[in-house]
C-alpha cells in the first residue's frame, strides 16, 4: 500500500461518462458547502469559495451538486466561484427534490417543475448547457415517463448532454432506459454500507457511472464509537494515511465504474480526500479492510 505525498485527483484514473464526457474518477460533492441539513448560507463563504478553486487546481474535474443544496445556494456559489469553468471541467447537478427546511425534503417530478429545474440550474450555474443532469429522485406521485420525458426534451433542446439517476434500483435503471439513455447513478454506498451492490453490479453490465454518496457514512465510521472504526483506525494508522483516505481508496479500487465525490467545507480536509487518489491497496490490506468493515455491519 503507497502512502499519498502529493495532490491530484488525476492519479485516480479517467472515466468517460456516457462513453465520451472524461473525468478524473475522484469528484467532489457540494452539499457541505452549505448550511446543516443542506440547508441556508455556507458558515464560512469565503473558505466555501476557496475549497472550489482548490478543487480545481487539485485536478478535480467532475463537481456534483444539485438545486436543493441551499436550496440554490451552491450552485450560485459554484457559478460565481468557478465560471468560466477550466478545460475538462464538468458540472453535475441535480432536480426533484424541493426543501422546506434543514434535512426537510419532498419530491417533484412533473415535467413543467423539472424543466423549470434545469433552466434555473443553467442560469445560477453560468452554463449554456449542463453535461450531466440527475434526476434527484423518482417521484411516486408522477408517471417515470413523464420526468424522464421531460429531461429528453431539455437534451434534445441541447440545454442538457447526458441524464443520470438517483438513489434507484436496477429495475428502475433498466425502467429508465426504456426512455431516455442513463449515464450515471448516485446511490448511498460506502465501505459500511453494500445496500446498492445490486444497483452497482448493473452499473458495472453496462458501464454506467456509480457516484456513490455518503462516501465514508457521513463520518461515523471516522468516530472511535462505531463497530467498525478501532480496526479501521489501526490498519491506517499502520500505513500513515486517515480512516478517510483508507474508504475512498477502497471505494476506487471496489469497482472501475466508481467516481467517489466526498464533500467538504474545508480546504484540508479536501486536500486529505484528494491525496488519497493515489493510495493503492494491496490484496493483504483489502481482506483486512474488508474484515473490519463487515464487523461493523
Known sequence: MTRPSNFSAALSGTFLIGGDLPVNRLG????????????????????????????????????DTADAYGPEIAERLIGETLAPYSPGVVIATKGGITRQGPAKTEYVG?????????????????????????????DPRTPLEESLGALRRMQEAGKIRHIGLSEVSAAEIEAAEKIVPIVSVQ????????????????????????????????????KPDHPAAQELIRI?????????QLSLAWLLQRSPVMLPI??????AHLEENVAAAQIKLSPEVWREVEAAAGAGR
Not at 50 to 57: G, I, N, S, T, W
Open 236 to 244: 491506517a494508522g499502520l500505513r500513515l494515511v486517515s480512516v478517510a
Open 28 to 63: 467532489y460533492g457540494t452539499m457541505r458547502l452549505v448550511g446543516d441539513g443542506a440547508w441556508g448560507e455556507p458558515a464560512d463563504e469565503a473558505e466555501a469559495r476557496r475549497v472550489l478553486r482548490r478543487a480545481v487546481e487539485l485536478g478535480v474535474t467532475l463537481i
Open 187 to 222: 446511490n448511498r454506498y460506502s465501505l459500511a454500507d453494500r445496500r446498492h451492490e445490486e444497483t452497482l453490479a448493473y452499473c458495472e453490465r453496462r458501464g454506467i457511472a456509480f457516484l456513490p454518496w455518503y462516501p465514508y457514512a457521513g463520518g461515523k465510521m471516522l
Open 110 to 138: 412533473r415535467a413543467g417543475y423539472l424543466i423549470q429545474c434545469v433552466e434555473m440550474s443553467l442560469r445560477r450555474l453560468k452554463l449554456e448547457r449542463i453535461d450531466l443532469y440527475q434526476l434527484h429522485r423518482i
Open 262 to 267: 466526498p464533500g467538504t467545507s474545508k480546504v
